[in-house]
């Protein structure tokens, strides 16, 4: 009688794997390189919630644009950075960021996350209240764009009625978004492990006068299309020349790398990850896009060193 009664049968499904890429500006480019690695591997995350830059390679990757942002990134150079910069005195940000945005426009044109074939989430925060915001539909490049916002660099991004700025602000590292949408595995990537005592701006490891900023970049301002003689007071301003106190830039992405390493730190120590990689690129300053190759380098040798930990992690729970 025993033998008429139906055995269940247990199917396991592999485990959902959620990737969880941090903020860092110019840093970002790591990520690329822990992408890489990951893909050499055979392993594809299902889910991708990215903070900021995270957001950037992260959307460029579920979207199957990460060649693309690749190349974007290694052509990237001191000159054509400039380029980008479009002043816009009174818009909320020293830049209104419409040339960068156009650059992801044409690349990912009106795509929207909710027809990816795998889950992503970009993190941001909502200048009226400081809430954090998981923008999981919509057009791509608009959540981008809100995730990147730094304050008093690019305009704050109004999403369906809500003022959105850099998700850094509230979710340096989004680990906590991964395991809310049902990641078994997590694996987070944080660009500001190592940054104590280094500089903000470039040449990471020491702070560069502000003289020396302004002479690296003296043609810089020949560089800004259409900006006015205030913007251009803007920009030199921007690059430094204080005589000798800290400029605007150390100023504010100094108080910006305070602002993510205190808070990664303790949302990891409240919600760690299952696997935390830490790309060692505090010498890169948050405005050297220009060193792409190297930020990736260091990303893939990052997840290579990390690979033992993922792979036994998905041998125990497959």
């Known amino acids: 009688m025993a033998d008429l009664i139906p055995r269940p049968t247990w199917s396991r499904r592999p485990a959902t794997i959620g990737l969880a890429l941090g903020s860092g500006v110019a840093r970002g480019w790591a990520h690329i390189g822990v992408l890489r690695a990951l893909e050499r591997e055979g392993i594809q995350p299902d889910i991708v919630c990215g903070t900021s830059i995270g957001a950037v390679v992260g959307g460029g990757y579920v979207a199957g644009k990460l060649d693309e942002v690749e190349k974007w990134a290694r052509g990237m150079t001191q000159r054509r950075l400039f380029r980008f910069l479009d002043i816009g005195l009174g818009g909320g940000g020293l830049l209104h960021g419409n040339k960068l945005a156009a650059e992801l426009q044409n690349e990912l044109g009106d795509l929207e996350i909710q027809h990816l074939s795998r889950r992503f989430i970009a993190v941001t925060t909502e200048l009226a209240t400081g809430h954090e915001i998981w923008l999981r539909q919509g057009y791509m490049v608009e959540a981008m764009r809100a995730s990147y916002a730094l304050p008093g660099i690019f305009s704050p991004v109004k999403v369906e009625g809500r003022w959105l700025i850099d998700g850094a602000l509230v979710n340096p590292v989004p680990v906590s978004t991964c395991r809310a949408f049902g990641a078994r595995l997590v694996i987070a990537v944080n660009l500001n492990a190592d940054i ?31 900006a006015g ?22 100023v504010m992405f100094g108080a910006f790398n305070i602002v993510q390493d205190r808070l990664a730190r303790s949302r990891l120590a409240g919600d760690p990850p299952d696997v935390l990689v830490n790309p060692q690129v505090a010498h890169i300053g948050l405005l050297d896009f220009h060193r792409a190759e190297e930020s990736i380098k260091l990303g893939e040798l990052a997840m290579r060193e990390a690979m033992p930990m993922i792979q036994e992690a998905l041998q125990v729970l497959n």
């Open 196 to 226: 104590f005592g280094m500089g903000t701006v470039r040449k990471g490891d020491r702070l560069e006068s502000d003289e020396e900023l302004e002479a690296e970049n003296a043609d810089a301002l020949s560089l800004v299309s259409g």
């Open 229 to 250: 003689m205030s913007s251009r007071l803007a920009l030199r301003k921007l690059l430094g020349s204080t005589k000798g106190t800290p400029g605007l830039t150390t």
